[in-house]
């Protein structure tokens, strides 16, 4: 099979694997109508795993996917921007900004920052707008939390995701 084949499996494998964690596990925020949820986690994988192109795919689609089949329509477009630029992001640092970074974990951790601040700041920009400034700003730090449950569940499955035969292989 070639090689972009493969990537798009993957990256509907992705995709699914975003919008199972997104959408199984919810963890309301008080004082908003958000939730927390383990999602971020395959938004950064995929981005790390599937790189730039492949990973915002997966990241946008995915968590978009659950936006829609969770009633949070108004959400689709924003959800889909933020995280594919997350993912993207991610993709371009782990492979190519951190490229002469030896330790993996240093490298998955500085990606689920770069994931946590895109999404955190790419909401509360969204939501400004949307609600204003006040309402927005009182879902920062719920976004922030659900960034850092991203990089702690991200950091926890990569080492065991990169052992899978092929996973990290070029052409895979």
Known sequence: MQST???MIYAALFAALTFVATSIIRIPTPGTSGYVHP????VILGGILLGPFWGALAGGI???LS???GGYVIYIPITFVIKGLAA???GYAFHHAFRQVKKITFKVIACGIISMLIVALGYLLCESFLYGFGAALASFLPNCLQGLTGIIISSVLYPVISRIPYVLRSDS
């Open 88 to 90: 993207f992001l991610v």
């Open 67 to 69: 936006d829609l089949l």
């Open 5 to 7: 084949q493969k990537k």
């Open 62 to 64: 995915g968590s978009a």
């Open 39 to 42: 999602g971020d986690a395959f």
